[in-house]
């Protein structure tokens, strides 16, 4: 009789922390679904419960009590007691497993698919593939793929140069080179930076046909700024640059010429531009953050 109610307690009391869970146990404090382990105990245990009464039964009407009942219900009692005690686990979904299984996580926020991603490939993060980069965090590369989603969604407004345009973006004048830049004047003193909703300039480039393909934002520091005022979005995966050489007509939006030897060639007025960041949303040779519009004339990556 013992027996049988130490079984019939451990049931009841398996259904009841699978059903409210208990604090009694570390790791059983929540409700949990029923795992394969503990379900196969369950039933083990059942089986045992049942024994147990028709041994019972026997010893009221009949005066006897078989070795064999007595066996199998000690034999139950051993063999489910254990897996029903297994600790288990919980995912994201509310799916549970025994300790030692395995279980999939689903989608999370920002932070967790980065770690998800990391624990896959550590260069794919947020959907993101990114460049090997030695020493940059993790928490580095998450916020170096957001800002490339971040800036993609941003850019879906701008599917053409006319969308550009009256959007009040302005040419610099520089598409013979094969790129062409478009800034904001507003968006070049505003203080706000990294702001995928107003990047201060779009970069074109030009296709054989004469078209434009969006290919990069630019993310531009207000006038004033220099590269002690740059934040620091990625360490060494996102370089900032600027332009020491430049020289400009009177609105100061046209590019008018070169410095050389400490004069603008053809013409225009010196004045070294804010630091500035690329971000690329089509396939760069030199990586998403690359400070160069394609490659130098022997293939190379660098930055301005």
């Not at 139950?76 to 979904?93: C, R, Y």
């Not at 207000?222 to 990625?234: C, E, R, S, W």
Request: aromatic residues 6%; negative net charge.
């Amino acid at each position: 009789a013992s027996i049988v109610a130490l079984n019939t307690g451990a049931l009841v009391a398996w259904g009841y922390t699978r059903a409210r869970g208990t604090t009694l146990l570390s790791g059983l404090e929540e409700a949990q679904d029923i795992a394969l382990a503990d379900g196969s105990a369950a039933a083990f245990e059942t089986i045992a419960v049942v024994a147990g009464i028709l041994g019972l039964f026997r010893v009221v009407t009949a005066a006897v009590r078989p070795a064999w009942a007595t066996a199998l219900v000690a034999a139950a009692l051993v063999g489910a007691l254990p897996s029903m005690a297994v600790p288990h686990d919980h995912t994201e979904d509310g799916t549970t497993l025994a300790s030692g299984g395995h279980a999939h996580d689903t989608e999370g926020d920002a932070s967790t698919d980065g770690a998800k991603g990391a624990a896959a490939d550590p260069n794919l993060v947020l959907g993101v593939k990114l460049p090997q980069v030695d020493g940059v965090t993790p928490q580095q590369k998450l916020a170096a793929a957001k800002l490339i989603n971040d800036t993609k969604a941003g850019l879906a407004r701008f599917p053409t140069v006319d969308a550009v345009i009256a959007a009040g973006y302005r040419s610099i004048g520089d598409g013979f080179t094969g790129f062409e830049h478009f800034v904001h004047a507003g968006y070049l003193v505003n203080p706000n930076v990294l702001n995928a909703s107003e990047p201060e300039s779009l970069v074109y480039k030009v296709l054989p046909d004469g078209t434009r393909e969006l290919a990069s934002a630019m993310y531009i520091m207000p006038v004033g700024k220099t590269m002690a005022d740059v934040p620091d979005v990625a360490g060494a995966m996102t370089p900032w640059h600027d332009h020491q050489n430049l020289c400009w007509d009177s609105s100061g939006i046209k590019l008018a010429g070169i410095l050389r030897d400490g004069k603008c060639v053809p013409g225009g007025t010196f004045r070294p531009t804010p630091p500035m960041l690329h971000v690329w949303v089509t396939e760069h040779p030199c990586g998403p953050f690359a400070g160069i519009e394609g490659t130098d004339h022997v293939g190379a990556c660098h930055t301005h």
